[in-house]
């Protein structure tokens, strides 16, 4: 472990997650000075590789780092013994197993407050701890088509389009966090522990906002929209001379603003433009008068005149010039480890920050089971027992 001491420190974290969402949660809290031991299977038992690509990859480099790894053999009672003795010393244990996996393994949260009453136990599934459908498997684009986003997404007419990230899967990772600080408050002055869980359906549904509330209150069904704004005309995606920005322009004022810009009294004048419903009802004609004038001069020099008169806009960027803009340069959103294998490498920061703390950087994602003798010998096993129980498998 390094000597770094952030708001987190004091906190020992319990990870027996796997993937993406649970493993986004628990990297929140190791990015903060948590104590995070990942619990893995020992790769005797479990020779997978999971989900999300080699270990020495960008996905599992990022996810898994300021964590330390150790093996155990959970199906196994001696393997159990040791997450217990874990637990009584940890604040927080997090899974996203299946529902009914916890319970068969016989680690449930009945069974983990029976050995520490404090401890908090946060919980991801698929679509929630029971119900119809609590035993299905989860995935991340299955939660997109269920909750509604696919639906949203895309061109009007173009069918269901997935979004370009794992949104279900960080968002309920995301989600489990505030859970799980909300509990450890809450403990403060309780003294007790408790059960916290979220679903990749019930976060992607919540990620919906607006679009879902517009169902809730008025029963309106939300329409794919494509680069539109649904709500907010003209927002949208224009042609420039070299390519294309976005602009958002909503609201009279900003309307105004735009139509002088453009020096096109036409635009300004129209009836069909005049107010914020006609200008949504006639939105087809709106994005074109627009395009007309945005087609004229290059992206870079509508970003400068549009940001000069207050109007929000902004440049469509690929990846690699998303860390190539001044701002983002700025921002520094890299986060550097230096990896035995790999070496010095930059994963992705934290949006986070704080004006007293800086985030733990520089520990790298273990190897699996990298940690394993030193959680042991803090736990108090001797040299002799830790190699027995690897001759039997458990660890």
């Known amino acids: 472990m ?77 393997g159990r013994e040791i997450l217990f003795k874990l637990v009584a010393k940890a604040d ?31 919980s991801i599934s698929g679509f929630g701890q029971d119900g119809p459908y609590a035993k299905r498997p989860g995935f991340d684009q299955i939660a997109q088509g269920m909750g509604g986003l696919m639906s949203i997404t895309g061109l009007p007419g173009q069918g269901p389009v997935r979004v370009g990230i794992p949104v279900a899967d960080l968002s309920s990772g995301n989600y489990t966090t505030i859970a799980i600080l909300i509990a450890l408050l809450e403990r403060e002055t309780s003294g007790e522990g408790q059960w916290v869980h979220t679903s990749l359906l019930e976060s992607m549904i919540s990620m919906l906002d607006f679009q879902a509330s517009r169902w809730t209150m008025s029963e309106e069904v939300a329409p794919q929209a494509g680069n539109d704004h649904p709500t907010s005309i003209p927002t949208g ?44 009802e006639n939105r087809v004609a709106v994005n074109a008068a627009i395009a007309g004038h945005t087609a004229k001069r290059t992206s870079a020099e509508w970003i400068e005149v549009l940001s000069g008169a207050g109007i929000p806009c902004g440049p469509i960027y690929s990846i690699d010039e998303v860390f190539a803009d001044e701002q983002v340069q700025h921002l520094n959103l890299r986060h550097p480890v ?58």
């Open 338 to 395: 230096h990896h035995e294998t790999l070496g010095d490498l930059d994963l992705l920061a934290t949006p986070l920050n704080f004006s007293r703390y800086q985030p733990r950087t520089g520990m790298p994602t273990p190897d699996r089971g990298q940690h394993t003798d030193e959680v042991l010998a803090d736990l108090g096993f001797g040299d002799d027992e830790i190699a027995g129980l690897r001759e039997k498998n458990v660890i």
């Open 2 to 78: 390094t000597d770094y001491q952030g708001p987190m420190s004091r906190f020992t974290i319990i990870d027996l997650t796997r993937v993406r969402s649970g493993p986004t949660s628990v990297r929140h809290l190791a990015d903060w000075g948590a104590n995070v031991i990942k619990v893995e299977a020992p790769s005797s038992v479990d020779k997978a590789k999971g989900m999300g690509g080699s270990r020495t990859g960008p996905d599992y480099q990022n996810i898994h780092r300021n964590k330390r790894s150790l093996t155990l053999n959970l199906k196994e009672d001696a």
């Open 237 to 280: 995606v224009f042609a420039t001379k070299d390519g294309h920005i976005n602009i958002a322009a909503s609201g009279d004022i900003m309307w105004e603003r735009l139509c002088e810009i453009f020096e096109d009294s036409e635009m300004a004048e129209n009836p069909d433009f005049a107010d914020g419903g006609t200008r949504s």
């Open 92 to 122: 927080v244990v997090v899974e996203n197993y299946r529902p009914d996996v916890k319970d068969r393994l016989g680690i449930g949260y009945e069974a983990l407050k029976a050995v520490n009453p404090r401890v908090i136990l946060a």
